[in-house]
């Protein structure tokens, strides 16, 4: 599960590489995920998410707790 958001759900999506040669192999595509550490006012702690680029946006666009509330529903563990 490392290369999964847990607020968007973004993960690996798969396709092919094509040469030059127009051969074809698998690769994979992976969601640009980061670690971020947030302050959780209603817990009183930081709280560590793991996060694509949009995922973070979003976050600072409704806030952390409603982000978290997000995450939770999703049945993950903060």
Not at 17 to 23: D, G, L, Q
Not at 30 to 40: A, C, E, F, G, H
């Amino acid at each position: 599960m490392s290369a999964h958001c847990m607020l968007t759900g973004a993960q690996p999506g798969f396709g092919n590489r094509i040469s030059h040669s127009h051969r074809r192999t698998s690769r994979r595509f992976d969601p640009n995920i980061q670690s971020k550490r947030y302050w959780l006012p209603s817990e009183g702690r930081y709280v560590r998410l793991r996060l694509s680029a949009k995922g973070i946006k979003t976050v600072d666009a409704i806030g952390v707790e409603a982000a978290v509330v997000r995450i939770r529903a999703r049945g993950l563990k903060v």
